[in-house]
């Protein structure tokens, strides 16, 4: 159990550090592209459509590497079968039709709360960001 706990912390930094990336990135380009969008409706759209595209290309980078190791480990019989518990636990959905080999029930709690997690500070990154955005006179708080 041990050695599961370590190779979900490790794959869990991993993930930490593609979204830091990914989402660096976006904020970087979004700081860039933002003074010309305004606040016109088609443009303000197409600018959190494009957002929301490169959210789930992050998302799906998150996912292959957990699929990888769960092929890599054998955990599971192929790599579509892989990528497919890797997006059902990562979205926390858990069907139940897949499930880890005995002895590596850990991972699958890990990859479950890790996606879990992601999820949820892009929601907050993206409500804050969006607060201040619209109200840039109101600092911090």
């Known amino acids: 159990m041990l050695k599961q706990l370590s190779y979900g912390l490790l794959l869990l ?3 930490v550090c593609v979204h830091a990336v990914g989402m660096t990135a976006m ?3 979004l700081l860039r592209v933002h003074p010309r969008v305004g606040t016109r ?4 759209t197409w600018l959190l459509i494009k957002l929301a595209w490169s959210l789930i290309a992050v998302h799906l980078v ?15 019989p192929d790599v579509e079968s892989a990528f497919y518990f890797a997006g059902v636990t ?3 959905l858990g069907y139940g039709d ?7 029930e850990v991972a699958g709690a890990h990859r479950g709360s890790d996606g879990h997690s992601d ?3 892009v929601h907050r ?3 804050r960001g969006g607060y201040q955005a619209a109200h840039p006179n109101q600092g911090s708080q």
């Open 125 to 127: 990154l993206l409500f």
């Open 27 to 29: 904020l970087r380009w």
């Open 90 to 92: 990562y979205t926390t």
């Open 62 to 76: 998150e996912i292959a590497i957990w699929a990888l190791f769960f092929c890599v480990k054998g955990c599971m």
């Open 41 to 44: 409706f088609l443009p303000v």
């Open 98 to 104: 897949l499930v880890l080999p005995k002895g590596w």
């Open 13 to 15: 930094a991993l993930s």
């Open 119 to 121: 999820v949820r500070l």
